[in-house]
């Protein structure tokens, strides 16, 4: 093989290899259609207005997730009875509850958390003429208002939380789940938990003798019994319902722009469910991980109801989907395949919105294992399963939940005393004894007065203009990357711009080069 | 070198360089005809005219269908499609032959469908038995085309609809089932229809099993007779049974599903060779007589019997073949989201959106939250906020502070009263012939609307109808005389016909305000609400009157403020049931629309000790052809699900219903706001063609709070909303029906709004921006950024144009590159052979 045939040789590998990868990046554009089937759960109205804004914003890429928010018992019924593919609900299976034991579905499962998110007292209270936005209560003071014994909002003992704030005297009227509620579970968990007796006598007194935690309250008279998140946050929000309180989760409280109780934990702050104090919280959970365990990956509250970090909300928890790992009667491999990328999305993208929302990005550790039960789903593409690329906004390089870490401090008036924060909580804007800054229906921390070092705006700005956290694949080390959606966006245009002048160079070529070479090999052969 | 080379070689490379020269024709005019697509997508300023219409494309609708039809069905000037029963050569003996010869039945759409509601309708049946649907009425279906040129039973969707409706059809009219072997005497009871008894048992079942169309996600396809490993009572958008009325015609909405919705179906999805799925919507009528010849009257119950699906059955059906848009997602999961938030009107508009923009690899991640949430969420300074808000109004002067928030008009809809209401009329009053098709009109008043809204009428409350304060309120809104007078039709109505009251989201949103001004505008409306009685004695609820909603400037929700608690016996334990389980909030209004459609009110009053523990639940959703439903729901909603809507009375005193034009005209009576060049509603319309609830939602960005990549990402959003993003139709990136583009005016503002952004990003003047410009602000900046300013915003929107957005110019130019490498490899690998052989001659 002579020189000329060498380089025209050569000059056809080019060619071959150019059409190659054309075809090949061509090929990567054209998607498939039929990637997902429809797929359907019934669970948890705790956790409803989280999987309802991952359900429309995975729509984007073809998926079709179905949710019924019925409450976490009829969710754990329906996935025993396999009329859904998933459920979602706040506890587990296997405890007793008046007096019946919940049994395991007899199809295999595991659980995976979904969202963390604080147990809201959203209540509905004036005081001559003016809502009241920045009320505190004492863990004892809320029980004994949830069990009958203090009935007056001038009870002394709320008084005693509330130095800033002059009380109407009004009757307390306590709004709680009528239907079977992960969301009471918690609830009654807590005041089982840390005011047993209290708990106790009030159980016996109303005949469910040491109902300890329960899905059902056991009412009296006096309260009001409603259905769903909606029905008990709707309740408290019509305006002639004043003096109502309610259990449910922060998100509520923000859709009806009304107020929640800041809630006394063990450091004697006064705190509100917002994302980051309830990342605080759950630092003390401890998590069962034992993976033999019909209560894998479950939750063991205690360390959170006794945090003594000042910015801990004493109620967080976080709920879990119940997702099937064998195929069984309707659940099919490609209902599998889409339940698995449904969960790999809601852990890790989807938890960008929960703050939002007036949820809490579940931290790292949860995820973690929540992604390998996610390969335990029949039909899941594990190769799509990756930590590494799992943009959750807790992530740090070191490990830790970078949400609690730049948690701020509380303010000084919101440490038990005389003193009391006036900056409205929750869903509710204005402040209640007038004078300070407005508009802080997220964190609620920046009030007039001024915190330590390290709160409000303070580490806010600091963070300004970071993206999201994104991990090395290879390494394994995660990093705050500067604006992620830029590096997408122009990731995208880079490429078509690559296109775009591949193409005109090699179309230059594909003039210029047969002629040059065709006379250049006749001049050598002439 | 040798010359002479053996023949067969040569006939070889002949055969080789032709294919290979045709191919680079071929690839040639593919590149041409996709550049011309691609310019297509990007031109600018070229916005639809206002109302959207089907265009009939000119070739016809499928392969013509080769069932022996006489006569091939063709697509109409409008879009649908009329087959007559007689199309196809039926046999004249048959019992039924008479009760069908007649039947003409049409379908609004055939072509270029996607996810949306289609109108069936027919003339020329029999009148249905009345109450139950026990004779003479249509089942309708959608399958999936296996190119055999007709529909099969085994690839319908069919068979999985339960609940209340059981009670209204024969044994097996709802189901696959196929009863007992020699029931339908020419259907086949062997093979795939039969299925072996389990263990232990001897007796052999029939029933048309279901195959899955094939694709990606069941390649060999999988057939079963588990039908709910596919579909359920819940995913299923059959029709089991809908009403002919006494002059012979019918009507049903029926919702045409995509692979997205049915996957088992496969419609509109790419196959194996590259076409799109196409599909078959199947009616098959039902008669008097049972395949096997037997009457109605004589069967169990006296209700016909037998499947659909069974071969004698099956064969009186009339099929309609549909063509879709390729149901293509070009966006793979797994990329980061950039955060928005927006109101629940614009949400479909932004679903689509949202879809193309991530097939141009800018992917959005959409919270639906209020207007007021919203609107402190991009000024605050929570971390991770989202920047980019879609609300009605703009924020306060206080809310603001001293952000830089820019608006950009995105979309303009309305707010509409929609309902799905079957004529349900009193045994010979002159409308009984209309019984069970669907009402298409209804006009409400403002007081009407404060009474829906306020549970004054005794039906609303729990034991309204013992409430002195109720006494003298009429017991719904189709017993009250004021209803009655605006919509006459009604009195015809059997007593036992009642709404399960009007639906409302629970939440906070700028047009549920928009609705209340409307309503306390008008002076009755106002005085009803502040306890004055109407012409015939109704009062407001007194729990409503103590809300003084007459006088409240800031309610922005839907009250439920009755607490009135009520139980039929001393069987259900204090208090019963209350105003959340008889009328409870929907969650949006997109499940408003929902519910109205299935007719599924959510109202859960019945006391069941089966449970444990014992619990109120629901009765099951209105039976067919004879619902009665209200919801406030989006137009856009309303449109996709085929929900008529009320017209309103206006200030002007005229009746108008929400459609381009009477949104248009209430739009161009906006006023100014807070924000100079931001107009918002107002409820004092003068214009006679003015629709009450119309809306104008914009894009609300803190330009400063952003980072310089989230800018570009929001300039690029606003870029394709600002053209493509106004085309009305149900493709990507498309507006949904419902909605009114933007007129030339608000474009303007919107490509101002960009040129706002762009500005920023090329010269920050963002204290945050100059203090990070140094790492954010270089190598991903694209090259061909331009430098404009506030002064020239078209400079940005043509950059948007011509290659920074365009429509997808990477097909046109992977033609062009192989057409040219089709002519290419030839002369490199002959051109010194050839031009040899050219001197040598």
Same mark, same amino acid.
């Given at each position: 093989?002579?020189?000329?045939?060498?380089?025209?040789?050569?000059?056809?590998?080019?060619?071959?290899?150019?059409?190659?990868?054309?075809?090949?990046?061509?090929?990567?554009?054209?998607?498939?259609?039929?990637?997902?089937v429809?797929?359907?759960?019934?669970?948890?109205?705790?956790?409803?207005?989280?999987?309802?804004?991952?359900?429309?914003?995975?729509?984007?890429?073809?998926?079709s997730?179905?949710?019924?928010?019925t409450?976490?018992?009829?969710?754990?019924?329906?996935?025993?009875?396999?009329?859904?593919?998933?459920?979602v609900?706040?506890?587990?299976?296997?405890?007793?509850?008046?007096?019946?034991? *919940?049994?395991?579905?007899?199809?295999?499962?595991?659980?995976?958390?979904?969202?963390?998110g604080?147990?809201?007292?959203?209540?509905?209270?004036?005081?001559?003429?003016?809502? +009241?936005?920045?009320?505190?209560?004492?863990?004892?003071?809320?029980?004994?208002?949830?069990?009958?014994?203090?009935?007056?909002?001038? *009870?002394?003992? +709320?008084a005693?939380?509330?130095?800033?704030?002059?009380?109407?005297?009004?009757?307390?009227?306590?709004?709680?789940?009528?239907?079977?509620?992960?969301?009471?579970?918690?609830?009654?968990?807590w005041?089982?938990?840390?005011?047993?007796?209290?708990?106790?006598?009030?159980?016996?007194?109303?005949?469910?003798?040491?109902?300890?935690?329960?899905?059902?309250?056991?009412?009296?008279?006096?309260?009001?019994?409603?259905?769903?998140?909606?029905?008990?946050?709707?309740?408290?929000?019509?305006?002639?319902?004043?003096?109502?309180?309610?259990?449910v989760?922060?998100?509520?409280?923000?859709?009806?722009?009304?107020?929640?109780?800041?809630?006394?934990?063990?450091?004697?702050?006064?705190?509100?469910?917002?994302?980051?104090?309830?990342?605080?919280?759950l630092?003390?959970?401890?998590?069962?991980?034992?993976?033999?365990?019909?209560?894998?990956?479950?939750?063991?509250?205690?360390g959170?109801?006794?945090?003594?970090?000042?910015?801990?909300?004493?109620?967080?928890?976080?709920?879990y +989907?119940?997702?099937?790992?064998?195929?069984?009667?309707?659940?099919?491999?490609?209902?599998?395949?889409?339940?698995?990328?449904?969960?790999?999305?809601?852990?890790?993208?989807?938890?960008q919105?929960?703050?939002?929302?007036?949820?809490?990005?579940?931290?790292?550790?949860?995820?973690?294992?929540?992604?390998?039960?996610?390969?335990?789903?029949?039909?899941?593409?594990?190769?799509?399963?990756?930590?590494?690329?799992?943009?959750?906004?807790?992530?740090?390089?070191?490990?830790?939940?970078?949400?609690?870490?730049?948690?701020?401090?509380?303010?000084?008036?919101?440490?038990?005393?005389?003193?009391?924060?006036?900056?409205?909580?929750?869903?509710?804007?204005?402040?209640?004894?007038?004078?300070?800054?407005?508009?802080?229906t997220?964190?609620?921390?920046?009030?007039?007065?001024?915190?330590?070092?390290?709160?409000?705006?303070?580490?806010?700005?600091?963070?300004?203009?970071?993206?999201?956290?994104?991990?090395?694949? *290879?390494?394994?080390?995660?990093?705050?990357?500067?604006?992620?959606?830029?590096?997408?966006?122009?990731?995208?245009?880079?490429?078509?711009?690559?296109?775009?002048?591949?193409?005109?160079?090699?179309?230059?070529? +594909?003039?210029?080069?047969?002629?040059?070479?065709?006379?250049?090999?006749?001049?050598?052969?002439? | 070198?040798?010359?002479?080379?053996?023949?067969?070689?040569?006939?070889?490379?002949?055969?080789?360089?032709?294919?290979?020269?045709?191919?680079?024709?071929?690839?040639?005019?593919?590149?041409?005809?996709?550049?011309?697509?691609?310019?297509?997508?990007?031109?600018?300023?070229?916005?639809?005219?206002?109302?959207?219409?089907?265009?009939?494309?000119?070739?016809p609708?499928?392969?013509?269908?080769?069932?022996?039809?006489?006569?091939?069905?063709?697509?109409?000037s409008?879009?649908?499609?009329?087959?007559?029963?007689?199309d196809?050569?039926r046999?004249?003996?048959?019992?039924?032959?008479?009760?069908?010869?007649?039947?003409?039945?049409?379908?609004?759409?055939?072509?270029?469908?996607?996810?949306?509601?289609?109108?069936?309708?027919?003339?020329?049946?029999?009148?249905?038995?009345?109450?139950?649907?026990?004779?003479?009425?249509?089942?309708?279906?959608?399958?999936?085309?296996?190119?055999?040129?007709?529909?099969?039973?085994?690839r319908?969707?069919?068979g999985?609809?339960?609940?209340?409706?059981?009670?209204?059809?024969?044994?097996?009219?709802?189901?696959?089932?196929?009863?007992?072997?020699?029931?339908?005497?020419?259907?086949?009871?062997?093979?795939?229809?039969?299925?072996?008894?389990?263990?232990?048992?001897?007796e052999?079942?029939?029933?048309?099993?279901?195959?899955?169309?094939?694709?990606?996600?069941?390649?060999?396809?999988?057939?079963?007779?588990?039908?709910?490993?596919?579909?359920?009572?819940?995913?299923?958008?059959?029709?089991?049974?809908?009403?002919?009325?006494?002059?012979?015609?019918?009507?049903?909405?029926?919702?045409?599903?995509?692979?997205?919705?049915?996957?088992?179906?496969?419609?509109?999805?790419?196959?194996?060779?590259?076409?799109?799925?196409?599909?078959?919507?199947?009616?098959?009528?039902?008669?008097?007589?049972?395949?096997?010849?037997?009457?109605?009257?004589d069967?169990?119950?006296?209700?016909?019997?037998?499947?659909?699906?069974?071969?004698?059955?099956?064969?009186?059906?009339?099929e309609?073949?549909?063509?879709?848009?390729?149901?293509?997602s070009?966006?793979?999961?797994?990329?980061?989201?950039?955060?928005?938030?927006g109101?629940?009107?614009?949400?479909?508009?932004?679903?689509?959106?949202?879809?193309?923009?991530?097939?141009?690899?800018?992917?959005?991640?959409?919270?639906?939250?209020?207007?007021?949430?919203?609107?402190?969420?991009?000024?605050? @300074?929570?971390?991770?906020?989202?920047?980019?808000?879609?609300?009605?109004?703009?924020?306060?002067?206080?809310?603001?502070?001293?952000?830089?928030?820019?608006?950009?008009?995105?979309?303009?809809?309305?707010?509409?009263?929609?309902?799905?209401?079957?004529?349900?009329?009193?045994?010979?009053?002159?409308?009984?012939?209309?019984?069970?098709?669907?009402?298409?009109?209804?006009?409400?008043?403002?007081?009407?609307?404060?009474?829906?809204?306020?549970?004054?009428?005794?039906?609303?409350?729990? =034991?309204?109808?013992?409430?002195?304060?109720?006494?003298t309120?009429?017991?719904?809104?189709?017993? @009250?005389?004021?209803?009655?007078e605006?919509?006459?039709e009604?009195?015809?109505?059997?007593n036992?016909?009642?709404?399960?009251?009007?639906?409302?989201?629970?939440?906070?949103?700028?047009?549920?305000?928009?609705?209340?001004?409307?309503?306390?505008a008008?002076?009755?409306?106002?005085?009803?609400?502040?306890?004055?009685?109407?012409?015939?004695?109704?009062?407001?609820?007194?729990?409503?009157?103590?809300?003084?909603?007459d006088?409240?400037?800031?309610?922005?929700?839907?009250?439920?403020?009755?607490?009135?608690?009520?139980?039929?016996s001393?069987?259900?334990?204090?208090? =019963?049931?209350?105003?959340?389980?008889?009328?409870?909030?929907?969650?949006?209004?997109?499940?408003?629309?929902?519910?109205?459609?299935?007719?599924?009110?959510?109202?859960?009053?019945?006391?069941?000790?089966?449970?444990?523990?014992?619990?109120?639940?629901?009765?099951?959703?209105?039976?067919?052809?004879?619902?009665?439903?209200?919801?406030?729901?989006?137009?856009?909603?309303?449109?996709?699900?085929?929900?008529?809507?009320?017209?309103?009375?206006?200030?002007?005193?005229?009746?108008?219903?929400?459609?381009?034009?009477?949104?248009?005209?209430?739009?161009?009576?906006?006023?100014?706001?807070?924000?100079?060049?931001?107009?918002?509603?107002?409820?004092?319309?003068?214009?006679?063609?003015s629709?009450?609830?119309?809306?104008?939602?914009?894009?609300?960005?803190?330009?400063?709070?952003?980072?310089?990549?989230?800018?570009?990402?929001?300039?690029?959003?606003?870029s394709?909303?600002?053209?493509?993003?106004?085309?009305?139709?149900?493709?990507?990136?498309?507006?949904?029906?419902?909605?009114?583009?933007?007129?030339?005016?608000?474009?303007?503002?919107?490509?101002?709004?960009?040129g706002?952004?762009?500005?920023?990003?090329?010269?920050?003047?963002?204290?945050?921006?100059?203090?990070?410009?140094?790492t954010?602000?270089?190598?991903?900046?694209?090259?061909?950024?331009?430098?404009?300013?506030?002064?020239?915003?078209?400079?940005?929107?043509?950059?948007?144009?011509?290659?920074?957005?365009?429509?997808?110019?990477?097909?046109?130019?992977?033609?062009?590159?192989?057409?040219?490498?089709?002519?290419?490899?030839?002369?490199?690998?002959?051109?010194?052979?050839?031009?040899?052989?050219?001197?040598?001659?």
């Amino acid at each position: 093989m002579n020189a000329r045939q060498k380089f025209v040789s050569s000059v056809r590998a080019l060619l071959a290899f150019l059409l190659t990868a054309i075809i090949v990046t061509g090929g990567s554009t054209a998607a498939v259609a039929a990637d997902y089937v429809p797929i359907s759960g019934a669970g948890s109205s705790w956790s409803a207005n989280a999987l309802d804004q991952w359900r429309r914003n995975v729509k984007q890429y073809g998926m079709s997730v179905n949710y019924a928010s019925t409450g976490s018992v009829d969710g754990r019924n329906q996935f025993k009875g396999g009329t859904v593919d998933f459920g979602v609900s706040e506890t587990p299976y296997g405890l007793k509850d008046n007096g019946v034991v *919940d049994e395991l579905p007899t199809r295999p499962f595991v659980y995976i958390p979904i969202v963390a998110g604080g147990t809201a007292f959203m209540y509905n209270l004036t005081s001559g003429g003016n809502r +009241i936005t920045n009320l505190r209560l004492s863990g004892d003071v809320v029980t004994k208002m949830f069990t009958g014994v203090i009935t007056k909002w001038n *009870d002394a003992a +709320i008084a005693a939380d509330n130095p800033g704030i002059t009380l109407p005297d009004r009757a307390v009227v306590p709004v709680v789940r009528s239907d079977g509620s992960g969301s009471t579970a918690q609830f009654t968990l807590w005041m089982a938990t840390k005011y047993t007796s209290l708990w106790n006598n009030y159980c016996n007194a109303v005949g469910r003798n040491e109902c300890g935690q329960t899905s059902f309250y056991p009412t009296k008279s006096g309260m009001v019994a409603q259905p769903g998140s909606q029905g008990v946050s709707g309740y408290v929000a019509q305006k002639a319902n004043e003096g109502t309180i309610t259990y449910v989760e922060y998100s509520y409280a923000l859709k009806t722009n009304f107020p929640v109780a800041k809630i006394l934990n063990d450091a004697n702050y006064y705190v509100e469910p917002t994302a980051s104090n309830v990342a605080v919280g759950l630092l003390g959970a401890k998590i069962n991980q034992n993976k033999n365990s019909s209560m894998y990956l479950t939750q063991e509250l205690g360390g959170v109801y006794n945090s003594k970090d000042a910015r801990a909300y004493p109620l967080s928890s976080y709920s879990y +989907i119940i997702v099937p790992t064998t195929e069984q009667a309707s659940f099919t491999a490609a209902k599998g395949g889409t339940l698995a990328a449904f969960s790999n999305y809601f852990l890790c993208e989807g938890q960008q919105q929960a703050e939002v929302l007036g949820y809490s990005p579940l931290p790292v550790n949860l995820v973690k294992v929540g992604l390998e039960q996610v390969s335990k789903i029949p039909g899941a593409d594990t190769s799509k399963i990756n930590i590494a690329k799992c943009n959750n906004p807790t992530f740090s390089a070191s490990g830790e939940n970078t949400l609690a870490k730049n948690a701020p401090m509380p303010d000084a008036c919101d440490k038990k005393g005389v003193e009391q924060c006036t900056a409205g909580t929750g869903g509710a804007t204005g402040t209640t004894s007038g004078g300070t800054t407005t508009g802080t229906t997220i964190t609620g921390t920046t009030g007039g007065t001024t915190g330590t070092g390290t709160t409000g705006g303070g580490v806010m700005g600091g963070t300004m203009g970071t993206g999201p956290t994104t991990c090395d694949v *290879d390494t394994g080390v995660c990093s705050n990357v500067k604006a992620i959606p830029v590096a997408t966006t122009s990731n995208g245009w880079a490429a078509t711009n690559w296109i775009i002048l591949s193409v005109i160079i090699v179309l230059v070529l +594909i003039v210029v080069v047969p002629p040059v070479v065709v006379t250049y090999a006749a001049r050598k052969v002439r | 070198m040798s010359e002479r080379r053996p023949p067969k070689r040569t006939r070889f490379l002949a055969v080789l360089l032709l294919t290979d020269l045709g191919l680079g024709v071929f690839f040639g005019g593919m590149a041409v005809t996709s550049a011309y697509a691609a310019e297509g997508d990007v031109t600018v300023g070229v916005l639809p005219t206002d109302t959207p219409t089907v265009e009939p494309t000119t070739e016809p609708a499928a392969e013509p269908v080769s069932r022996q039809a006489s006569r091939t069905p063709r697509v109409n000037s409008d879009g649908s499609m009329t087959i007559d029963w007689l199309d196809t050569v039926r046999d004249n003996a048959a019992p039924n032959y008479s009760l069908f010869e007649n039947l003409q039945v049409s379908v609004s759409q055939v072509q270029d469908l996607s996810y949306q509601a289609v109108k069936v309708t027919w003339n020329g049946g029999v009148e249905t038995s009345a109450q139950q649907l026990a004779s003479n009425f249509m089942q309708i279906m959608q399958c999936w085309d296996d190119g055999s040129g007709s529909a099969d039973p085994a690839r319908c969707q069919f068979g999985a609809a339960t609940g209340a409706n059981v009670s209204l059809l024969g044994s097996n009219a709802m189901t696959r089932s196929l009863g007992f072997e020699g029931e339908d005497p020419i259907q086949d009871y062997t093979g795939k229809f039969a299925i072996r008894p389990p263990l232990g048992e001897y007796e052999y079942t029939y029933s048309v099993p279901f195959e899955t169309a094939p694709n990606t996600l069941y390649p060999d396809g999988q057939t079963t007779h588990d039908v709910e490993r596919f579909f359920d009572a819940t995913s299923t958008n059959e029709i089991s049974g809908a009403r002919t009325t006494s002059n012979g015609t019918g009507e049903a909405t029926f919702e045409i599903q995509t692979v997205v919705e049915a996957p088992h179906l496969g419609c509109g999805s790419p196959q194996a060779d590259g076409e799109i799925r196409d599909c078959w919507l199947v009616v098959v009528p039902r008669g008097e007589f049972t395949a096997s010849g037997e009457n109605f009257l004589d069967g169990v119950n006296g209700r016909l019997s037998g499947s659909p699906l069974s071969q004698s059955n099956w064969d009186n059906r009339f099929e309609f073949p549909l063509s879709f848009r390729s149901v293509e997602s070009n966006c793979p999961i797994g990329a980061d989201e950039l955060r928005t938030t927006g109101n629940q009107l614009v949400t479909p508009a932004f679903s689509s959106w949202q879809s193309a923009m991530c097939a141009k690899k800018s992917v959005f991640g959409f919270s639906m939250i209020g207007d007021a949430e919203s609107r402190r969420n991009i000024v605050s @300074d929570t971390d991770g906020a989202a920047r980019l808000a879609f609300v009605d109004n703009p924020l306060s002067s206080i809310e603001v502070g001293d952000s830089t928030v820019v608006y950009a008009p995105a979309v303009k809809s309305a707010l509409t009263i929609a309902f799905n209401i079957n004529y349900f009329i009193k045994g010979g009053y002159p409308l009984e012939s209309k019984d069970g098709q669907q009402v298409t009109e209804m006009t409400l008043n403002p007081r009407l609307v404060a009474k829906l809204l306020t549970q004054s009428y005794k039906a609303d409350v729990a =034991g309204g109808e013992r409430l002195s304060y109720l006494a003298t309120n009429a017991l719904n809104l189709r017993h @009250d005389p004021e209803f009655l007078e605006l919509n006459p039709e009604f009195d015809q109505f059997v007593n036992g016909a009642e709404p399960a009251g009007l639906m409302v989201p629970i939440g906070n949103e700028d047009v549920f305000a928009q609705l209340w001004d409307y309503v306390k505008a008008d002076a009755d409306a106002k005085a009803f609400l502040d306890g004055i009685a109407d012409d015939w004695g109704m009062v407001v609820n007194r729990n409503y009157q103590t809300l003084d909603i007459d006088n409240d400037e800031t309610i922005n929700s839907f009250p439920k403020a009755d607490t009135a608690t009520f139980r039929e016996s001393d069987t259900v334990p204090e208090p =019963g049931f209350g105003t959340f389980e008889l009328r409870p909030y929907v969650h949006d209004l997109h499940d408003g629309g929902v519910r109205a459609f299935r007719g599924e009110p959510g109202t859960k009053t019945f006391w069941d000790t089966g449970r444990s523990p014992a619990a109120f639940v629901s009765s099951g959703s209105q039976l067919l052809g004879r619902r009665f439903m209200l919801t406030v729901t989006d137009l856009a909603t309303a449109e996709r699900l085929g929900l008529s809507t009320a017209k309103l009375i206006n200030p002007s005193g005229e009746a108008v219903q929400a459609n381009s034009a009477s949104i248009d005209s209430a739009v161009s009576e906006f006023v100014e706001s807070n924000v100079v060049g931001v107009k918002v509603s107002t409820a004092t319309l003068a214009k006679e063609e003015s629709y009450p609830l119309a809306t104008l939602t914009y894009a609300a960005v803190d330009v400063c709070r952003s980072s310089i990549g989230e800018l570009k990402s929001f300039k690029g959003l606003l870029s394709h909303i600002a053209n493509d993003g106004q085309t009305i139709g149900n493709g990507e990136g498309e507006i949904p029906v419902g909605y009114v583009p933007l007129d030339d005016a608000q474009v303007a503002q919107t490509k101002s709004a960009i040129g706002k952004i762009s500005a920023e990003v090329s010269n920050p003047v963002c204290p945050e921006h100059l203090a990070s410009e140094s790492t954010d602000f270089d190598t991903t900046v694209s090259p061909t950024l331009p430098t404009d300013n506030l002064g020239t915003p078209v400079t940005e929107a043509s950059a948007a144009a011509t290659g920074k957005f365009p429509g997808d110019p990477s097909s046109a130019l992977r033609y062009s590159m192989l057409s040219a490498l089709c002519f290419g490899i030839p002369m490199i690998a002959g051109g010194r052979t050839l031009i040899r052989k050219a001197k040598s001659l």
